[in-house]
C-alpha cells in the first residue's frame, strides 16, 4: 500500500516560514506528478501548488511568490517551501501523488479528483 508522510508544519506569526516535506513510502514517485493541497475548518480541500516529473510547476493564485514547490528524486522527497506567510495559509497542509502527467492543455494546479494517493496532513498555523 502506498503512503505519503507529511513533516514540517508547525506555528509561525505572519511574516514567517515554514518547510513542508512529503516522503513516499514503499514506492519510488520518480514519475509521479506530485501535489500540495490545504485544507481550512469549514471549507473545502484547495490545491497549492503541483510539479511533474520534469519539474514543470503550477500554484495557486494565493501563493504565487511566496511558496515554492521542488522535488528531491535522489531522496524521494517533495518539498514545499512557504514564505511570507499569513493568517489565511493557516490549514491542514496534505501532500498528494498520482502517476502520469499532471498537466494537459494547460499548466494548472489539477483537482482533488485527479489524486488517488494522499498523506494524513500536516497543520500549519499562521499567527497575526
Known amino acids: 500500500q502506498f503512503q505519503l508522510v507529511e513533516s514540517g508544519g508547525g506555528s509561525v506569526q505572519a511574516g514567517g516560514s515554514l518547510n513542508l516535506s512529503c516522503t513516499p513510502s514503499?514506492?519510488?514517485?520518480?514519475?509521479?506528478?506530485m501535489a500540495w493541497f490545504r485544507q481550512a475548518p469549514g471549507k473545502e480541500r484547495e490545491g497549492v501548488a503541483s510539479i511533474d516529473a520534469d519539474a514543470v510547476t503550477a500554484y495557486a493564485d494565493s501563493v504565487k511568490g511566496r511558496f515554492t514547490i521542488s522535488r528531491d528524486n535522489a531522496k524521494n522527497t517533495l518539498y514545499l517551501e512557504m514564505n511570507s506567510l499569513k493568517p489565511e495559509d493557516t490549514a491542514m497542509y496534505y501532500c498528494?501523488?498520482?502517476?502520469?502527467?499532471?498537466?494537459?492543455?494547460?499548466?494548472?494546479?489539477?483537482?482533488?479528483?485527479?489524486?488517488?494517493?494522499w498523506g494524513q496532513g500536516t497543520q500549519v498555523t499562521v499567527s497575526s
Open positions: 514503499r514506492f519510488s514517485y520518480t514519475r509521479y506528478c
Open positions: 498528494a501523488a498520482e502517476g502520469g502527467s499532471c498537466y494537459y492543455d494547460t499548466i494548472y494546479v489539477p483537482p482533488t479528483s485527479d489524486f488517488g494517493y
